[in-house]
């Protein structure tokens, strides 16, 4: 029984991917053809394709290059269970800083809101404290908002 090859087109077919991204992952290293004819032709096998499946799928996660050179030389499943925990945590801190940025801007709507609903006063918090400021003249600038702080109520 003789081995079925693949092409480089058919690799790119077959992973939704482009001819130029797999002729990439084999300049970079990480998924090398079997076989390189004289016309620049390249063939790999089975075990290849799916290596390259595997490449796409670290890829999509934004696992670095080197990472991924470094996994493919891991002697055993206990590195490659670190490496993903290692990773597992990045996307944790990831999510929490996008989550922290997602409260701020559904902060500030609120306040747009709030001022969009009560275009007369305005509201800032300083030392913790709420002022609400009513009937202020918003051509003024922030240092005679300032000075006029008899205005604003608790």
Known sequence: MTEKFFKTGDIAKFHNA???TVRYYDKEGLVKPSIVKRNKYRYYTL???LNFGN???LRELNVPISSIKQRLGFGGIHEILSQNDSHIQDMSDEIMVLQRKINYLNMFNERLKS???KPNELEYIED???YICRGMNFSM??????????NVLL
């Open 141 to 150: 600038s922030l240092n005679e908002v300032m000075i006029r702080r008899s």
């Open 18 to 20: 482009s001819s130029d």
């Open 55 to 57: 490449v796409t799928m």
């Open 128 to 130: 913790g404290y709420l």
């Open 115 to 117: 001022f969009h609903e």
């Open 47 to 49: 075990n290849e394709t």
